[in-house]
């Protein structure tokens, strides 16, 4: 019986490592891209995953479109092509 427990130890520290230094930090980044993504509106501005910045100027529930530059050239993306959305102090 102590054999058998000795070798589940090394199992259960392997388990409790994995769980917390990749399972809890992939948890929390979920949630806040999830609030990033409910947060964004019109005019704000984001990067997409492909690195292409622009600002919104329409939303529906499955797709963004952003204008890109000065001569309003506009993207329609999916919702979930869009990486990040950019501080107002970062355009300054």
């Given at each position: 019986m102590g054999a058998v427990l000795y070798n589940i130890i090394p199992l259960v520290l392997i388990f409790g490592?994995?769980?917390f230094m990749i399972i809890?930090?992939?948890?929390k980044r979920k949630k806040q891209y999830?609030?990033?993504m409910n947060s964004?509106?019109?005019n704000d501005d984001v990067m997409t995953r492909g690195g292409i910045?622009?600002?919104i100027v329409?939303?529906?529930?499955?797709?963004i479109t952003i204008e890109t530059s000065s001569d309003?050239?506009?993207i329609?993306?999916?919702?979930?092509?869009?990486?990040?959305?950019?501080?107002?102090?970062?355009?300054?």
């Open positions: 490592l994995f769980f809890l930090p992939e948890k999830g609030e990033m964004l509106s019109l910045v622009g600002k329409q939303m529906d529930e499955e797709h309003r050239t506009k329609k993306l999916v919702k979930n092509a869009i990486a990040s959305k950019i501080a107002k102090e970062e355009n300054k």
